[in-house]
């Protein structure tokens, strides 16, 4: 199984922010090769942002390193930026991560917002959607 983690739910677990263990078992359950955890290049690239504010550089380099090893990135290309054109929602970021682990064959999106996720097709003719959940509901449901 694919599970892609929204920014949020990382951030919860590296600032051990309240609610961070349901990530950790998330993260868990990808180290016992249960799972594959996948994030995309954006999602670095805001996790870097909002970390520097708490992290010396030498710190933060080493972190995100630590992350992406951990994690399969997914890169944000053009056809999931003309896809997400496309799309109708709120936010156009929460779309662009949507259509990232679509593409990229992700079964579940793992995100703390999940009324943030309330996207329609639009004008695409087709779309894949990946389960979007809570990373509570995520364990709850989902338990190998």
């Not at 917002?113 to 364990?139: C, R």
Request: with cysteine; hydrophobic share 40%.
């Amino acid at each position: 199984m694919r599970v892609f983690l929204d920014t949020n739910v990382v951030l919860d677990l590296l600032l051990q922010r309240e609610g961070y263990q349901m990530p950790a078992q998330i993260m868990q359950l990808h180290e016992e090769g249960k799972i594959t955890l996948c994030q995309s290049a954006l999602s670095l690239a805001n996790i870097a942002y909002v970390l520097r504010k708490y992290f010396s550089p030498g710190v933060l380099a080493p972190t995100l390193k630590q992350l992406s090893c951990l994690s399969e990135i997914l890169p944000l290309d053009e056809p999931v930026f003309e896809d997400a054109l496309m799309m109708e929602g709120p936010d156009f970021e929460d779309i662009l991560q949507l259509v990232c682990a679509s593409h990229n064959g992700c079964d579940v999106f793992v995100t703390r917002n999940v009324k943030h996720f309330n996207i329609s097709a639009g004008l695409l003719k087709s779309f894949n959607k990946p389960e979007v959940m809570t990373p509570e509901d995520y364990l709850l449901n989902n338990r190998s």
